[in-house]
């Protein structure tokens, strides 16, 4: 148990449907992120949100929109999305953002398949 | 800019024997640097990290890592192997900027260990 809970663990979509991933931390921890991870391809940071202010947008498409509504809540909205954005989804956690030595802390993923 | 090299994409070794992962660096400035290890549909776990001090750093399930700042590198060793050690192995590297912390991923290692 990470403390970082994600679900759906899995999600098949078509790249007309709307659908969302959740993020829930019982960490009390003060930043959130979200990643992709791809085969043979190295974590690629999306988003970043301290103290529920996004504060890092990696030049992400736009048919993913994110959402912080707490710190313990993160979601990323999807829309219209393309069979290149077929990936693992992670969700992680940490400490305080201004803090360098903290490592982040990983929910187990939702595996999104784009039909 | 800020960047992680793991040379090998796979590394094989029999159970009992010792195992090293490589890993090498480059930062502008001091570097903060952790190791990460992910099990098969699971979320990255936090292994160990090198912050300061001495340069071989202890952490979670008998690991190791020796931190080298001429040779910019952040080997993982472990002194024997168990087959349940199989996992991909991530090296990352945190840099400062912009007020929240930014955490650069190497592309990853996966280490299988023969019964």
């Known amino acids: 148990e990470t403390g970082v809970t994600q679900t759906p663990r899995h999600l098949v979509m078509g790249m007309t449907n709307k659908k969302s991933l959740k993020c829930e931390q019982h960490?009390?921890?003060?930043?959130m992120y979200w990643y992709k991870q791809s085969a043979k391809k190295p974590l690629e940071l999306m988003f970043v949100?301290?103290?529920?202010?996004?504060?890092e947008n990696n030049s992400v498409p736009s048919r993913f929109s994110p959402e912080c509504p707490n710190s313990s809540h993160l979601f990323l909205h999807l829309h219209t999305l393309q069979p290149e954005d077929s990936a693992l989804y992670l969700c992680?956690?940490?400490?305080?953002?201004?803090?360098?030595?903290?490592?982040?802390?990983f929910g187990d993923g939702t595996r999104l398949s784009i039909l | 800019a800020q960047s992680v090299a793991q040379p090998e994409d796979q590394v094989n070794v029999a159970e009992g024997n010792p195992l090293t992962v490589k890993c090498t660096y480059s930062?502008?400035?001091?570097?903060?640097l952790f190791w990460y290890v992910q099990y098969p549909n699971r979320g990255l776990q936090f292994l160990l990290k090198?912050?300061?001090?001495?340069?071989l750093v202890k952490g979670s399930y008998g690991f190791e890592a020796e931190f080298n700042k001429s040779q910019t590198s952040f080997h993982l060793k472990k002194p024997s192997a168990l087959v349940s050690d199989s996992a991909l192995y991530f090296c990352?590297?945190?840099?400062?900027?912009?007020?929240?912390?930014?955490?650069?991923f190497g592309t990853g290692t996966k280490l299988q260990v023969i019964p």
């Open positions: 992680a956690s940490s400490q305080d953002p201004g803090a360098r030595d903290q490592p982040q802390h």
């Open positions: 960490l009390g921890h003060n930043a």
């Open positions: 949100y301290n103290f529920k202010e996004q504060t």
């Open positions: 930062v502008s400035g001091n570097p903060y």
């Open positions: 090198y912050i300061t001090g001495d340069n």
């Open positions: 990352a590297v945190r840099e400062l900027g912009g007020g929240y912390q930014k955490v650069t």
